[in-house]
């Protein structure tokens, strides 16, 4: 299964975004899918997950109450809402799918290429 992420783009701070991950393939409900960001110069951080059954979720404390994440079963596909955006959320935003929660980047196995966000002030 490959993950191809889109969505991404210049945006002013406040504007709102949504980020898609397409998977190729089915996603087996034990897996969780995660939404990852890294800005230039920075390390990969976690952002948010979500178990492709049961569809609980999970956020990094400082995007919680801006950014959503979402599933769409049927379609193979997973959404990052992004809401209230700051400059300081600029970075290339990428999916990947885990078989576990982790927050960690070596949790997660397969990868999408990544999807560039640029918020303005």
């Known amino acids: 299964v490959q993950l191809q992420a889109s969505g991404g783009g210049l945006v002013q701070a406040g504007d709102s975004l949504r980020l898609s991950c397409a998977a190729s393939?089915?996603?087996?409900?034990?897996?969780?899918m995660g939404w990852f960001r890294q800005a230039p110069g920075n390390n990969r951080e976690f952002v948010a997950a979500?178990?492709?059954?049961?569809?609980?979720?999970y956020y990094q404390d400082s995007v919680k109450g801006r950014f959503t994440i979402s599933k769409d079963g049927a379609a193979n596909t997973g959404y990052l809402q992004m809401n209230r955006l700051k400059p300081d959320d600029t970075a290339r935003y990428y999916c990947?799918?885990?078989?576990?929660?982790?927050?960690?980047?070596?949790?997660?196995?397969?990868w999408g290429q990544g999807t560039l966000v640029t918020v303005s002030s």
């Open positions: 990947a799918t885990a078989t576990s929660y982790s927050t960690r980047e070596s949790g997660y196995n397969r």
């Open positions: 979500i178990r492709w059954g049961s569809g609980l979720t």
């Open positions: 393939g089915r996603l087996y409900s034990s897996l969780l």
